[in-house]
């Protein structure tokens, strides 16, 4: 999808991945919360399931991902539709 999208970077620097999860959290303590965080996906990761992990390091970032998030919905649906699927 990224491929469609004008203006719009891969979060991940040298990969592409066909399917990416986004978690957004809220807390009362930021560096408590961002080291629980970082703890779950250096754990999932150890174990296998997942390859990659990118954390938003600003509120800009942080918008860039959901922006994607955002965008995606329409253009999966006319890629599917110029490949024939539906």
């Not at 970077?9 to 999860?21: A, D, E, G, I, L």
């Not at 990659?52 to 860039?64: E, F, R």
Request: proline share 1%; net charge negative.
């Amino acid at each position: 999808v990224l491929t469609y999208l004008e203006g719009v970077r891969n979060p991940f620097s040298s990969s592409m991945h066909n399917f990416y999860v986004l978690i957004e959290t809220t807390g009362s303590e930021e560096s408590y919360d961002r080291e629980k965080l970082e703890a779950f996906l250096l754990s999932s990761m150890e174990g296998g399931l997942i390859s990659d992990g990118v954390i938003a390091q600003d509120i800009n970032q942080a918008s860039s991902f959901w922006r994607i998030r955002e965008l995606i919905t329409g253009y999966s649906r006319s890629i599917n539709e110029s490949r024939g699927c539906l």
